[in-house]
């Protein structure tokens, strides 16, 4: 699903533009993750596994915008690609009234509101999609991701123990949340 290009004033008076990615950006993309998952240990992957080919990521970008229940955002300031979401429905039939979301920002840019923005696209187009749950996984300790999803309506449904062990072998919960979209406003 292609998202048609937006852009946002934040809490600085900084313009962000919030858009689909386009074949062009594979590269910048693939570097951002790579930047991400150095910055914080709350993601599931480390730098060493992002190792997606620019031409695999390019066939992923043009499968997203071309698939009617998933979609892709990036948001992206002075021309610098500062965060992604997703959100896409699943596909089986008995799964799929559900949604699942994933969202990533920069942080030299946590605190300026583009997450709350990225969730509040992500919570809307779900509901376009006619997603009637949105689903995502959290790792505890990303007390300031948990905040933001509570502050959506998003409740911790289940939890699981040990689910990630990171490089000094530390283990941390997994938190799976969900928010009703047929309730949410």
């Known amino acids: ?12 008076q900084t313009v962000v533009t919030l858009r689909s990615p386009l074949d062009r950006d ?6 951002y993750l790579k930047q991400v998952t150095g910055e914080t240990p709350f993601l599931l992957r480390t730098p060493e596994e992002c190792v997606e080919t620019v031409q695999s990521e390019t066939l992923f970008i043009q499968n997203i915008n ?7 955002i990036l948001a992206i300031i002075d021309e610098q690609i500062i965060g992604i979401c997703n ?26 509101g583009i997450g709350s923005i990225l969730m509040d696209e992500m919570i809307t187009l779900a509901k376009l999609m006619g997603a009637e749950r949105l689903e995502l996984e959290v790792i505890d300790g990303n ?4 905040k933001l999803y509570q502050k959506k309506g998003f409740k911790v ?4 123990k040990s689910a990630i062990k990171d490089q000094n072998s530390t283990y941390r919960s997994e938190f799976v949340m969900t928010l009703d979209l047929s309730s949410s406003t």
Do not use: C, F
């Not at 449904?157 to 699981?160: A, F, K, L, N, V």
């Open 157 to 160: 449904m289940s939890e699981i």
């Open 143 to 146: 007390e300031r991701a948990i």
């Open 87 to 112: 959100v896409g429905l699943k596909t089986r039939l008995k799964v799929k009234h559900r949604a699942t979301l994933g969202i990533s920002v920069k942080k030299h840019y946590w605190g300026l």
């Open 26 to 31: 594979a590269q910048e993309i693939l570097d």
């Open 1 to 12: 699903m292609i998202y048609p290009i937006k852009k946002i004033i934040l809490k600085n």
């Open 66 to 72: 071309q698939h009617p229940t998933q979609v892709m």
